[in-house]
T-cell receptor
Framework: NAGVTQTPKFRVLKTGQSMTLLCAQDMNHEYMYWYRQDPGMGLRLIHYSVGEGTTAKGEVPDGYNVSRLKKQNFLLGLESAAPSQTSVYFCASSKTDNEQFFGPGTRLTVL | GENVEQHPSTLSVQEGDSAVIKCTYS??????FPWYKQELGKRPQLIID?????GEKKDQRIAVTLNKTAKHFSLHITETQPEDSAVYFCAASMKDTGRRALTFGSGTRLQVQP
């Protein structure tokens, strides 16, 4: 039982490049979330999903897109990376309104 | 939307002392309040949570209190140990249709001095 996993762990991009972050969970959770964590600002919600095939915007969605084609996977895409997107990205999953389980994070640097 | 404020941003205590971290929230409809601990370079992990139908909850050295009228909740750690050193985040669940996304406070860096 791996819990929540994220790929990759680290990535460096140049401005304008694109990439996809993958989140996978093996706990059969309905809800999945993408957060970004910046120094002194806690975690902020980017997008979330309440089930397979559904996505919705969170607090800071601009510049990101998501997809939830399979229940166990939640993908976060950056179409044209900007330095302001340098951050640590955490994925989380939960069963409805219970505890959210976080992945190990992806450290992204955009030059 | 929900806004969660957390104080203090840093807290230094001597081993064995108590530590208290306070949070306020803005949305009176919020009804789930978890606390997460994040060690350096690690993922946030839930240490305790409380729902709005309860005023206090304890788990060994950790307790959380909730004042719904004043819209604030607090984390209390007693008999602190060096391994309690970490960043602690409070959060509130936005009571929005169909989701339970969390709004986080900005974090408290707790340092326990041996």
């Amino acid at each position: 039982n791996a819990g929540v996993t994220q790929t990759p762990k680290f990535r460096v991009l140049k401005t304008g490049q694109s990439m996809t972050l993958l989140c996978a969970q093996d706990m059969n959770h309905e809800y999945m979330y993408w957060y970004r964590q910046d120094p002194g600002m806690g975690l902020r919600l980017i997008h979330y999903s309440v089930g397979e095939g559904t996505t919705a915007k969170g607090e800071v969605p601009d510049g990101y897109n998501v997809s939830r084609l399979k229940k166990q996977n939640f993908l976060l895409g950056l179409e044209s990376a900007a330095p302001s997107q340098t951050s640590v990205y955490f994925c989380a999953s939960s069963k409805t309104d219970n505890e959210q389980f976080f992945g190990p994070g992806t450290r992204l640097t955009v030059l | 939307g929900e806004n969660v404020e957390q104080h203090p941003s840093t807290l230094s205590v001597q081993e064995g002392d108590s530590a208290v971290i306070k949070c306020t929230y803005s949305d009176s409809a919020s009804n789930y309040f978890p606390w997460y601990k994040q060690e350096l370079g690690k993922r946030p992990q839930l240490i305790i949570d409380i729902r709005s139908n309860v005023g206090e909850k304890k788990d060994q050295r950790i307790a959380v209190t909730l004042n719904k009228t004043a819209k604030h909740f607090s984390l209390h750690i007693t008999e602190t140990q060096p391994e309690d050193s970490a960043v602690y985040f409070c959060a509130a669940s936005m009571k929005d249709t169909g989701r339970r996304a969390l709004t986080f406070g900005s974090g408290t860096r707790l340092q326990v001095q041996p």
